[in-house]
């Protein structure tokens, strides 16, 4: 299988470039493969902190829905890939750094609602179609990222919100310009990787001991959902519509 990423260790940066054309969304086996490869990173020993980045016009689009709408018994394994991905980041040993650039969606918001530090190109967009595309999923680390009422507002409309905005409301670190985006980036990590290796795994361990809730169970809560909303008629269609480019014939 050819990897839907390529990956660099230097200087005790391990830096991960999504690169699935067109638009980055993961297949079932992609999942898997990044979830490993961010769990492997956090076990090298050259590696103190990792930046998880994308070529092409997007960060990551989530789920390849043309998969799943030719093998719509795929979704418990998707589930699970998308979880072990999230969790990678979220529980990684390692610091995990995330730029992200155009759009956010899906397992997109995962990775960078996983996260602990984002950056944003001024290009980027943050959204959860789940909704319009008949799964669940994505709320819990929306969360993690934006007030809870603006999560639901995203979640029932699936309207985006801009970088700028995100920002604001303090989910970003650092908003700049797409060519200036990796350098930010890898700016960031060099502070890090510069800092006792040792310390840093503390502090990593600490802070998510003291989050408010476990992000993993409250994730897994939702897949819960998901498995229900694809097993409906509205399901299947919103994912032929998609996938058809045509309006969605509901009930």
């Given at each position: ?106 397992g997109g918001i ?38 809870v009422q603006k ?101």
């Amino acid at each position: 299988m050819t990897l839907p990423f390529k990956t660099t260790i230097a200087n005790g940066i391990a830096e991960l470039v999504i690169n699935a054309p067109p638009v980055n969304a993961l297949n079932d086996a992609g999942w898997h493969a990044l979830a490993d490869e961010i769990a492997r990173l956090g076990r090298e020993p050259s590696a103190r902190v990792i930046v998880l980045r994308a070529e092409g016009r997007g960060f990551c689009a989530g789920v390849d829905i043309k998969e799943l709408n030719l093998h719509p018994e795929k979704i418990v394994s998707v589930n699970a890939g998308n979880y072990r991905s999230f969790e990678a980041v979220h529980r990684n040993p390692l610091p995990v750094i995330v730029a992200v650039h155009g759009f956010v969606l899906g397992g997109g918001i995962g990775l960078a609602g996983a996260a602990d530090i984002v950056v944003a190109a001024d290009s980027a967009t943050f959204g959860v179609p789940e909704v319009d595309r008949g799964a669940m999923g994505g709320g819990a680390h929306l969360q993690r990222l934006f007030p809870v009422q603006k999560v639901r507002m995203m979640y029932f409309t699936g309207d985006p919100i801009t970088a700028a905005e995100a920002h604001r409301l303090g989910a970003v670190e650092r908003v700049v310009a797409a060519d200036q985006l990796r350098a930010t980036a890898l700016e960031i990590a060099a502070k890090i990787a510069a800092k006792s290796t040792a310390m840093i795994r503390l502090a990593k361990e600490s802070l998510n001991g003291i989050e408010d809730g476990n992000l993993e169970d409250k994730y897994r809560w939702e897949q819960g959902f998901t498995l229900q909303a694809y097993m409906s008629k509205d399901s299947a269609e919103t994912r032929a519509a998609f996938v058809e480019k045509r309006d969605a014939q509901l009930n």
